[in-house]
């Protein structure tokens, strides 16, 4: 039976998180907790983003990492830029074996007036 973990992080998208996500900071100090995993970490980011739960609501027995070590990871992460990487990763994947219909693209944008002259 396959697991929350495996069932939110499938082993294809693990693999490409794996080629984008910044290696793990060294603790100088030695010591401390274990340091949770990413997957592990990436399935209670992916839970909380699509159930809608807050980070506090993070049922951590279901995952291991707290909800505040998820959203510390997503926040060094986010800093890290691992969001966009992985987002142009999947993109050049799904490119490469034309799974991409650039038809169906919309590009957005925001035009505001610059008030008192501004630049």
């Known amino acids: 039976m396959v697991g929350i973990v495996e069932r939110l992080v499938p082993d294809e998208l ?3 998180f794996q080629r984008v996500v910044p290696e793990a900071p060294a603790r100088p100090q030695g010591g401390g907790r274990r340091r ?3 997957r592990e970490v990436l399935a209670a980011i992916v839970f909380v983003a699509t159930s809608g739960c ?3 609501q993070l049922p951590a027995a279901s995952f291991g990492p707290s909800g505040a070590t998820a959203h510390r990871r997503f926040t060094e992460w986010t800093t890290a830029r691992v969001w ?7 993109l050049d994947e799904l490119g490469s074996c034309g799974e991409l219909d ?8 925001v035009n505001m007036r610059a008030l008192k002259r501004g630049t």
Do not use: N, Y
């Not at 966009?84 to 999947?90: D, G, N, P, S, T």
């Open 54 to 56: 807050t980070w506090q």
């Open 14 to 16: 693990w693999e490409l």
């Open 102 to 109: 650039w038809s169906r693209c919309a590009i957005d944008s």
């Open 36 to 38: 949770h995993g990413d």
């Open 84 to 90: 966009a990487k992985l987002h142009r990763l999947v």
